[in-house]
C-alpha cells in the first residue's frame, strides 16, 4: 500500500483516479470533499454507475465484492463509496479476503472505503478495544495497489492561505489580519469556517466588498475566561442544570461547540492537575490558575475520586473525535457531555 496526504490525492485526480482508496483521518471535511471530486467524475448515467454501500457486519464482504465486480452501464467509469466497514472486527479469513478483493478492483472503478476517525483512528486505539489500525491483518497485509489517505487538519499558514484565495475569488477584499483573525478564531474546524465563510463573503458583498474585524468577531466571537467562568464553575460544582443554562446562554450568544467542548475539557483537566497535588505557585506559574482558583478548585477536587476524572477527561476526548469527525448534532453531543461529566462527578453510576 501507499499512504499519502490530501495534497498527493489530488494529483491522482487528474492523472489517474482508478483504484482502491482508504480514506482515514481527523479533517472530516477535506474528506467528504475529495469524496465527491472523485463522484463527479463519473459523469455517464451516474444513477446506474455511482454507489453507496453500507457494509453490514454480520456479513461484511461479499456484499462489497459483488458491487466492486458489476459491471458499468454506458459509462468507461465507476464509482463505490463503502461505509461501516470494521476492519477491527474482521476474522482473519475476513481479512484475508478483503485484501485479495481490494487487489482485484477493475480498471474502471474508483472504489474508496470511508472512516471516520472516531469509529477508526488512524493512529491510537480503536474505540472501545485496545487494537491500533496498523497492527490490523486487514490493514498490514493491504496490497500495494492500494492507496491510503490520511486526511490531518490543515496547518493555520495553510487555511490563511486557502481563505485568502477563496475571499479573493469570490469578490472579497481583506487584510491578512483578519484572515487570520478568522482561522484562528475557527480553531481548525473546516466545517464551522467554511459555513462562516460563506456567511461572510454574503455580508461582505452585500456592503463594500471588504471583510471586516467586526464582521468576523460577529461571525465567530472571542471566547474569554470572563464569558465561560460560569460554565466553568457550573462544571466544577457538578451542577448540571445551571451547566446547561449557561451552555444554553453561550450559545445563544453565538459560541460554536467545539470552543465550548475546550471550556469542558479544561474545567476537567484543571480538576485533575490540582488533585494531583500541584502547588499554587506552581499553578499559576504554569497553567495560569490564581491561587484562589487554585484553592477553590482544590476543595472540589478532594470529593472526587481520581477514576472518575480521568473517565471524564477520556469521554471529553470521545466527544471531540465525534464533534471533529462526524455529522451528529454538536449541541447534543455537549448537552450529553455536560450531563455524563457532573453526573461522574458527583459520584453517581
Known sequence: MTVIGAKELKARLSAHPTGAYLFFGEEEHLKRVYLSRFRALVTSSPEFNVTTLEVRED???????????????????????????????????????????????????????????????????????????????????????????????????????????KFKSRGVESEKRIIDLFCSRGAGDMVLLENESEKLIALARATDGVLTQEMVDEALPELNETMVYKLSDAIESTDCARALKEYDTLRKMKFEPIPLLATVSRSVANLALVQGGISEMDAEKTFGLKPFRTRTLKERARKMEPARLASCLALCSEVDRKLKNTALDGDVLLQTLIADVCRMLRGET
Open 59 to 165: 456479513d461484511p464482504i461479499s456484499p462489497i465484492y459483488a458491487e466492486v465486480m458489476r459491471p458499468p452501464f454506458l459509462s468507461d467509469l465507476r464509482f463505490l463509496d463503502v461505509r461501516g466497514l470494521a476492519l477491527h472486527r474482521l476474522t482473519d479469513k475476513q481479512a484475508e479476503e478483503f485484501c485479495a478483493l481490494v487487489s482485484e478492483v477493475p480498471e474502471d472503478l474508483i472504489l474508496i472505503f470511508y472512516f471516520f476517525e472516531c469509529d477508526v483512528p488512524f493512529s491510537g486505539n480503536i474505540p472501545r478495544t485496545q487494537k491500533k489500525l496498523k497492527d490490523l491483518p486487514a490493514f498490514k497485509n493491504l496490497p500495494s495497489s492500494v492507496t491510503v489517505v490520511n486526511f490531518t487538519h490543515p496547518t493555520q499558514s495553510e487555511l490563511c492561505a486557502y481563505y485568502e484565495a
